[in-house]
């Protein structure tokens, strides 16, 4: 089953390339590839590996993930599978994941130690109402 919306991932790198007014040369040249082997990649006749497409991206300055979706490119499964299978996370994501886990972390224990403090509380209160309903019943 294909998947037929949206714009190929090589015509979408050729349209944000050419927005960026840079050339196929120089494409090429900062990924050390020949100009033909990266006229190719824009053509759709060359595939291009994850790393390949990541390399790209941050030469567009474009986030790999925005351009996926931005893509929303025509692929069979089984590739996207492959695709999916191969994609790393990068150290900076890692870190960033790390401290949002933190956060989330110091909020728990936040939110923990409100609770316990409200527990605490109805406690003493319900023992002061258990005390001011037996001197109501003297």
Do not use: H, W
Not at 23 to 50: F, H
Not at 81 to 106: G, N, Q
């Amino acid at each position: 089953m294909k998947f037929t919306t949206g714009i190929k991932i090589n015509e979408a790198i050729k349209s944000e390339r050419i927005l960026r007014g840079l050339s196929q040369s120089d494409m090429s040249e900062s990924l050390g590839i020949t100009q033909n082997a990266y006229s190719k990649i824009e053509r759709g006749i060359s595939s291009i590996s994850l790393e390949r497409f990541i390399e790209i991206c941050k030469i567009l300055e474009i986030p790999s993930y925005g351009f996926l979706e931005y893509c929303k490119f025509a692929i069979n499964k089984e590739n996207y599978s492959k695709f999916v299978k191969r994609m790393t996370i990068t150290p900076e994501e890692i870190e960033e994941e790390a401290i949002y886990k933190k956060k989330l972390e110091d909020k728990v224990k936040t939110l923990s130690s409100t609770i316990d403090e409200k527990d605490r509380l109805i406690s003493i209160l319900v023992e002061k109402i258990k005390g001011l309903e037996q001197e109501l019943e003297k």
